[in-house]
């Protein structure tokens, strides 16, 4: 049985960058398909430079 990863959106709180895994982020080497919580601790906004912390999940 595999376990199913979140694959959710996740949104900056300081400054509304929205971080999708279909999109990955390009700029910092993660490639589409990566969840972000499979982003490494040390993964900063690519726009304000805040850390996975000051995120939360787009709710739908």
């Not at 959106?9 to 993660?30: A, N, R």
Request: glycine share 8%; charged share 25%.
């Amino acid at each position: 049985m595999s376990e199913e990863k979140d694959m959710s959106c996740y949104v900056c709180i300081m400054c509304g960058y929205i971080y999708d895994p279909e999109v990955g982020d390009p700029y910092q080497g993660h490639d589409p398909g990566t969840a972000f919580a499979d982003l490494p601790e040390e993964w900063l906004c690519p726009l304000c430079f805040v850390g996975k912390e000051e995120f939360e999940v787009v709710q739908d």
